[in-house]
């Protein structure tokens, strides 16, 4: 009796601290009260009879009708008892019951506390008036008990609760769901046990489990909100996306400030693409986050940035994504996560030494993306050790995690300089070691292959071997080699899909008949395509338009498939006239997909080298005949895939030897323009040759008579051979500037440039200037035009710039060697028969390019050639007859070598077929 009234000495009368402490006897028996008619003068509302109690704690809640009552009853007293029900005697007495009395009161609520789990009590009430008993009401509950491991007593359903939630807190789901089950094994219906056992089984990843238990706890109350918010995470989880924002929405409606179902509800709206919808409900809480009011906790207050700048990013949304990084970074300064988003930012707009700076602080945090992105990046920028370096370190941090190296290996393989080292035997060096280490590759017995997008992996392509005065065909085959031995789906183009959907654009009227509906043998025409980069500002895209505008649409059924759809306003320029352009999605997967589809019988790729997309799409025989073409990027290609390498009769003598692909050489170079690049390249206002020159004497503080002197290939370009040259140039003319092009967003190239070309003895430096971003109102064409003299590149060129030069009457020199990339300057010319400008010998070309500059006898010689003669550059229908040869070539490969398939699969179908009782032939019978 001492342990009970210790724990029952204290009661709550209608929630005040009041202590009762009158106690009389029973004075009378149950048989003794009177009847209430229709309902009883006392009932005990709460507890149950029966009822399991969650905690140590009750409130007794009791109902008088004492309006139902003989007036003569209006004196009673309310005496309340409770007792274990241990304490009863063997013939069911109880057993030194203490009951509290007290007046009438409109207060009939009462608290209970220090109840025992695993203990059975009974309450009883009775009404008394003048020592009579009037009424009884009696209800008897239990206090659950749970046994919790590495406790020696029981606990109360309330406590196991918050011992099972702090276990699933620290992950240990295990522990916390063999409680939820003791909890409901003693309370079956028990909501929140079976809410929480079914998030314990969603972080397990048994989400069907989950779904199950959290249906059932929503049977217990479906107006709870966090039932429905963790239904719809279940449901999101397996793709169920519309049930699940159902359920997020009601948990919305049933308490609007909710957060949580907010977020997942954005959250299905970002994985679904619809970025209108999420924007504006991760803005506002974005907001929010800055402001300290958001309801979340500190991981999913991150997440909110970390989402929104996401959606930024893949809406295209550059500028607002660069903000929304900003604005995280100002709440987590230095965070890797929101540095290297910035930083893959700032590396996909060319900005590479913000991306360096970034990229650094992150990997030095220990982030292993950040380490590789910021290897990448010193690639980019020409810091060809310190990037083979940290490729090294990060192969080395990935073996003892043991995680996947092929992809480090293959960027680490690619790695080659950017802006090429003054000494040319640091080139060679440089050559020989992208040797070895694509030997090494090559002779791995097992690799670890990746099948993502090699663009995603930023896979290399060996562009920039293009500057080197060297045969790169052994060193492209072995590196397309390697790509496709550790990348085996370049072959298939068959990708782990991208995380969010692409879309293929359709840029102009696609016919609606494919291979689907009318089989290859019953064309009326074949079917080309032109893989090629269609921008307004891009001069492959004009020759790609006017080509196939002119090719004959009786003979051929042609497809342009545009590499990245183009936003210039002028693009329906690029369109009209051609049967069918289609705009490739993003991703080599999606891209092969949709070439496929039209099911080609020639592709014909116009800058494969120069073009990521367009390079590995190459690997894929999307058709059966693939070509490249020799003046998009004058270099092989290396890929085993490409058939025919199209290039010219200019060709040197050795040219078999240069290319991994079956070179086919056209009469003439094989340009089809209708008129000059330039009014349609270039549509600044101030791009008059009088204007641009007028600009660069403001911008260079130059003399007001001078000679200008025009290089206008890249500075990765460069070899430092021509730095020679520009060096003797301008010895030779005093009044003579030389002009490079530099990118704006690169100071490194920059200063790699000049640091080199200022070793050159005896370099008048003041006369060497770099046109960069402040002068982006001047195209490339402009300054061709207002040149004096245009200095071909010696090793490699771009087509068009002696194109345009020609045709605005500017001289161009040039010193053609074996190779097609350092002789198309000299096929051009000789294709309209203008060589006074051709050297033989590094000394000759500097005394013609002085000579074409400040010898005016010579210069109007040359210039009235140019003048006569450039026009044949244009309209040359040779061009359009002699690609319609290639083209019907190919067509006739494509058939003979689909007529094999076919007759292949025939056999395989059917062995044991024969004709004129010979057997049939087997696969090593037949030729391809």
Request: hydrophobic share 40%.
């Amino acid at each position: 009796m001492a342990r009970w009234m210790w724990r029952w000495g204290c009661w709550y009368l209608a929630g005040l601290s009041v202590h009762v402490n009158a106690a009389v006897s029973v004075g009378g028996s149950i048989q003794s009260t009177l009847a209430s008619f229709h309902r009883p003068f006392l009932e005990i509302l709460t507890p149950l009879n029966g009822q399991v109690v969650e905690s140590s704690e009750v409130d007794i809640e009791l109902v008088v009708r004492d309006y139902i009552m003989p007036s003569s009853f209006r004196t009673y007293k309310v005496c309340l008892g409770i007792h274990e029900n241990t304490a009863i005697s063997s013939d069911g007495a109880s057993v030194g019951v203490v009951e509290f009395c007290f007046d009438q009161t409109s207060s009939k609520q009462f608290h209970v506390q220090n109840l025992l789990p695993g203990t059975s009590y009974t309450v009883r009430v009775v009404l008394v008036d003048k020592g009579t008993v009037i009424a009884v009401s009696m209800r008897t509950f239990r206090v659950a008990a749970i046994a919790i491991q590495g406790h020696t007593e029981n606990v109360t359903i309330l406590t196991a609760m918050q011992y099972a939630l702090s276990y699933q807190n620290n992950l240990d789901t295990d522990s916390a769901m063999r409680i939820y089950e003791s909890i409901l094994a003693e309370a079956p219906g028990h909501g929140h046990a079976l809410h929480l056992l079914g998030l314990a089984k969603y972080q397990r990843g048994d989400t069907m489990e989950a779904i199950d238990y959290i249906e059932q706890a929503l049977q217990t109350n479906a107006t709870h909100e966090e039932f429905h918010n963790s239904l719809g995470l279940c449901l999101k989880d397996i793709g169920r996306t519309a049930e699940a924002a159902t359920h997020f929405e009601t948990a919305m409606s049933l308490r609007p400030s909710y957060i949580e179902p907010r977020f997942n509800l954005a959250s299905i709206w970002q994985s679904t693409g619809e970025y209108d919808l999420a924007i504006p409900v991760f803005r506002a809480m974005a907001d929010k986050v800055h402001s300290q009011t958001l309801a979340l906790e500190y991981a999913a207050q991150f997440d909110v940035f970390v989402r929104l700048c996401d959606i930024y990013l893949a809406s295209k949304q550059q500028n607002m994504a660069l903000e929304c990084l900003n604005e995280a970074l100002v709440l987590w300064p230095n965070d890797p996560t929101f540095l290297n988003e910035r930083g893959n930012l700032y590396l996909n707009a060319g900005y590479l030494d913000l991306a360096e700076a970034d990229y650094k602080i992150a990997a030095d945090a220990g982030v292993l993306i950040s380490m590789l992105n910021l290897a990448i990046t010193l690639d980019a920028s020409g810091d060809t050790d310190e990037s083979i370096n940290l490729y090294s370190k990060i192969l080395a941090v990935s073996e003892a995690r043991g995680l996947p190296t092929g992809r480090v290996l293959i960027m680490r393989a690619g790695v080659m300089p950017r802006v090429l080292p003054a000494e040319g035997q640091l080139v060679d060096l440089a050559r020989q070691a992208m040797r070895r280490r694509l030997d090494s590759m090559l002779a791995q017995d097992n690799v670890t292959v990746d099948s993502r997008d090699p663009i995603l992996n930023a896979y290399p392509t060996g562009n920039y071997l293009v500057s080197h005065p060297y045969n790169n065909k052994q060193l492209k085959r072995s590196l397309a080699q390697m790509l496709q031995m550790y990348c085996p789906a370049l072959k298939t183009a068959a990708f782990i899909p991208p995380p969010s959907p692409s879309i293929a654009t359709d840029l102009g009227a696609v016919s609606s008949t494919h291979l689907s509906d009318v089989l290859p043998e019953l064309r009326r025409r074949p079917r080309i395509g032109f893989v090629s980069e269609f921008y307004q500002t891009q001069p492959i895209s004009h020759c790609m338009h006017d080509l196939v505008e002119r090719l004959n649409r009786s003979q051929f059924e042609l497809f342009v498939f545009a590499v990245s759809t183009p936003q210039s306003a002028k693009l329906p320029a690029l369109t009209d006239g051609v049967e069918h352009v289609i705009g490739l999605p993003e991703g080599v997967g999606p891209s092969a997909d949709e070439i496929r589809r039209h099911d080609l019988d020639v592709l014909v790729y116009a800058d494969v080298g120069s073009d990521k997309l367009s390079f590995f799409l190459s690997f894929a025989n999307l058709a059966p005949i693939q070509a490249a073409w020799g003046l998009g990027h004058p270099e092989t290609t290396g890929v085993p895939a490409i058939d025919y390498m199209v290039t010219s009769e200019y060709e040197h003598l050795s040219f078999h030897d240069h290319y991994t692909e079956t070179p086919f050489p056209l009469k003439g170079m094989g340009i089809y323009l209708k008129e000059p690049l330039t009014p349609h390249i270039s549509t600044y206002a101030n791009s008059s040759p009088d204007d641009v020159r007028a600009t660069l004497t403001q911008a260079f503080h130059l003399p007001s008579e001078y000679r200008f002197y025009f290089v206008p290939e890249p500075l990765v370009n460069v070899h430092p051979d021509m730095d020679s040259i520009v060096r003797r140039i301008l010895k030779r003319d005093p009044i003579g500037h030389v002009f490079f092009l530099t990118p704006p967003k690169n100071s490194k190239w920059k200063h790699a440039f000049t640091e080199r070309i200022k070793l050159q003895p005896g370099l008048p430096a003041h006369r060497i200037h770099l046109i960069i971003d402040a002068l982006d109102d001047i195209s490339t064409f402009a300054l061709l035009r207002a040149c004096d003299v245009h200095l071909a590149n010696l090793y490699t060129n771009k087509f068009y710039h002696t194109l345009e030069a020609s045709a605005a009457g500017v001289p161009t020199i040039t010193l053609p060697g074996e190779l097609w990339r350092s002789r198309i300057p000299l096929g051009l010319l000789k294709h309209i028969n203008v060589l006074d400008t051709v050297a033989t010998t590094p000394a000759e070309y500097v005394q013609l390019a002085v000579r074409a500059a400040s010898d005016r006898s010579f210069r109007h010689q040359v210039v009235g050639k140019l003048q006569k003669y450039a026009p044949k550059l244009y309209g040359d229908d040779e061009a359009v007859h002699e690609w319609a040869r290639f083209l019907q070539f190919a067509v006739d490969k494509s058939r003979r070598k689909r007529k094999t398939h076919a007759n292949l699969r025939a056999l395989q179908d059917n062995p044991t077929h024969s004709t004129n009782g010979l057997a049939p032939p087997t696969a090593k019978d037949v030729t391809l």
